[in-house]
């Protein structure tokens, strides 16, 4: 009868399988610390790269205000100077070409787009988050309600009353012997040659409805104007705090 020995393997005591836990551990442990600051690497370049192009729409924004304000200055001169004419004027029933011009002038000046790509991309994708300097995210923040109270204004408002001071002057301008110039015009401009020896004949029923009109445009032009320039100046603010915290040039 043959016997068989059979080896047993020593039983493993328990600080063998605590060491064996403790060391998985730390590796998965170290591995969701290595991810983590990876995927924060990566969040934080983004969050520059997003400061960066919102530091190009800033410049461009501010350029493109700087330019409008004298439009809108010089249309209130257009306005005043007819206020001025009319009053010494008020019962003629024809006017010179300039200031057929005048009139032409008060119903423009100019509109503003901004530059909204960079606010766009955080906006839609969640990216806000991104920006992890309160000044700055409140600062973004504040920019994009500006322009949105700014461009609702326009749309709501100041494009309607502008719209009726042309309606205004279609009503107002009472002359066939304008259509050879009409039809001469090839510019988008509805001026007149300031050197045209004509006087305009014009309906004056409307003139002080007209008059009072332009009064309220002027309002709206100088509350537009205000919402633009209080633009102007976030992003000018916002410009030199975006230099500073991200050391862009």
Same mark, same amino acid.
């Given at each position: 009868?043959? @016997? &068989?020995?059979?080896s047993?393997?020593?039983?493993?005591?328990?600080p063998?399988?605590?060491?064996?836990?403790?060391m998985?551990f730390?590796? *998965?442990f170290c591995?969701?610390?290595?991810?983590n600051f990876?995927?924060? /690497? *990566?969040? #934080?370049?983004r969050?520059?790269?997003y400061?960066?192009?919102m530091? +190009?729409d800033?410049?461009?924004?501010?350029?493109t205000?700087?330019?409008?304000?004298?439009? %809108?200055?010089?249309r209130i001169?257009?306005i005043?100077?007819?206020f001025d =004419?009319?009053s010494? #004027?008020k019962?003629?029933?024809?006017?010179? *070409? =300039?200031v &057929?011009n005048?009139m032409?002038?008060?119903?423009?000046?100019?509109s503003y787009?901004? !530059? /909204? +790509?960079?606010?766009?991309?955080?906006?839609s994708?969640g990216?806000?988050?991104?920006?992890r300097k309160?000044?700055i995210?409140?600062? *973004?923040?504040?920019y994009d309600?500006?322009?949105?109270?700014?461009? !609702?204004y326009?749309?709501e408002t100041?494009?309607? @009353?502008s719209g009726?001071? !042309?309606d205004?002057?279609k009503?107002?301008i009472?002359?066939?012997?304008?259509?050879?110039y =009409?039809? +001469?015009n090839?510019?988008i401009? +509805?001026r007149?040659?300031?050197?045209l020896? $004509? /006087?305009i004949?014009?309906?004056?029923?409307c003139l002080?409805?007209?008059?009072? #009109?332009? &009064?309220?445009a002027?309002?709206?032009?100088? /509350?537009d104007e205000y919402f633009y320039?209080?633009?102007?100046?976030?992003?000018e603010r916002?410009i030199e705090?975006?230099k %500073?915290?991200? &050391? $862009?040039e």
């Open positions: 009868m043959e @016997v &068989h020995n059979h047993h393997t020593p039983r493993k005591k328990w063998h399988y605590f060491w064996e836990f403790l998985l730390l590796a *998965v591995g969701f610390l290595a991810e990876r995927e924060h /690497q *990566v969040e #934080h370049r969050e520059k790269q400061m960066q192009t530091l +190009a800033l410049r461009a924004d501010t350029a205000l700087s330019e409008g304000f004298p439009r %809108k200055e010089e001169k257009a005043d100077s007819l =004419y009319f010494l #004027h019962d003629e029933t024809t006017i010179p *070409v =300039y &057929h005048l032409r002038r008060s119903s423009w000046d100019r787009d901004r !530059n /909204q +790509a960079t606010m766009s991309q955080l906006k994708s990216n806000l988050r991104l920006i309160k000044d995210a409140d600062s *973004v923040l504040g309600f500006a322009w949105e109270r700014a461009d !609702n326009y749309r100041y494009w309607r @009353v009726e001071i !042309n205004y002057i009503k107002m009472n002359d066939f012997s304008l259509l050879p =009409y039809k +001469a090839q510019t401009a +509805a007149l040659p300031e050197d020896a $004509l /006087q004949s014009i309906n004056t029923s002080m409805e007209y008059l009072n #009109h332009l &009064h309220k002027k309002s709206t032009i100088r /509350q320039m209080d633009i102007k100046s976030r992003a916002l705090l975006i %500073k915290e991200y &050391h $862009l």
